[in-house]
């Protein structure tokens, strides 16, 4: 007979985090791509922080370099069905509950899917923009990217796909099948079409960063879960959490680099400990 294997902190960072939740009434939280995992979308970095996948696209290469927007849209084309079909997970569904329940006051996700709105947010900031669309950089329109799929798909029936898939939406596949694939333009003005997400060396949204720092400021604490903060797009958050004086709490079962300036660290998957921080709060005297 197998037991179960229980981690014997469970029991007291699930203390330890319900605490930080109930001194503070306002929560900016800001999730990444370990509160995807779950679902079924790898995360970018190991728990060391390190990076994981090795064709990151560059924002200036996407927009100055064909070959670049043929090998993105060729894994975008393969990744596309594990990114559509991922369903929330209980962490989504928990942190859906305590927006609800007023504890978040502002949910911010790094990741470009679109789980949080699936189970049941409506007021997301989309820190890296989503794959919901795509726009094009000539004219402006922008197009569904369940559609563009479709074009793909017509445009490259000479192609057998088959790859591995990273989170942003691409696959891992091979040079020849890239080099193979056509890649479709505006509908309207034959445009080059760019999916609405921050490319590496893009530029965050500044009025959107303005608003994050503001709502920190207005907040009791910050609350970052499943991203080990290596980016400065999202551990700015922290410093200027920090620099106002407000409690950070990290939830992530690997390395981050707000570690160091943190109030709480939690080393747990968040689609386990959060159903059971969520029922504790809902059942605090
Ligand atoms: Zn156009």
Not at 243 to 268: C, E, M, S, Y
Request: include cysteine; charged fraction near 20%.
């Amino acid at each position: 007979m197998t037991r179960p294997i229980i981690d014997p902190h469970f029991g007291i960072d699930l203390d330890r985090l319900t605490a930080f939740l109930s001194a503070s009434d306002q929560v900016v939280c800001l999730t990444g791509a370990g509160c995807s995992l779950a679902s079924g979308i790898p995360t970018y970095r190991t728990e060391n922080g390190d990076w994981q996948g090795r064709n990151t696209i560059n924002h200036q290469d996407f927009l100055e370099a064909f070959e670049t927007r043929q090998r993105y849209w060729a894994r975008s084309f393969m990744g596309w069905p594990l990114m559509s079909n991922a369903q929330p997970n209980p962490a989504h569904r928990a942190l859906t509950e305590l927006v609800t329940l007023g504890k978040i006051k502002t949910l911010i996700t790094q990741n470009v899917d679109s789980l949080h709105e699936q189970a049941g947010l409506t007021d997301v900031q989309h820190l890296h923009g989503d794959l919901t669309e795509v726009t094009c950089l000539v004219c402006g329109a922008s197009e569904p990217r369940i559609q563009l799929q479709t074009r793909l798909a017509d445009l490259n029936t000479h192609l057998e796909l088959d790859g591995e898939i990273k989170p942003d939406g691409d696959a891992e596949i091979s040079p020849e099948v890239i080099q193979q694939f056509k890649i479709a333009h505006c509908l309207l003005c034959g445009g080059t079409l760019k999916p609405n997400v921050v490319f590496f060396g893009g530029r965050v949204n500044p009025a959107l960063v303005q608003s994050i720092y503001h709502a920190i400021e207005q907040a009791d604490a910050l609350w970052v879960i499943g991203s080990s903060l290596k980016l400065f797009s999202g551990y700015r958050f922290c410093r200027h959490a920090l620099a106002f004086g407000k409690p950070i709490a990290l939830l992530n079962p690997g390395w981050t680099r707000a570690d160091p300036i943190a109030t709480l660290k939690i080393v747990q998957p968040a689609e386990i400990i959060l159903p059971a921080v969520l029922d504790r709060l809902a059942n605090l005297p």
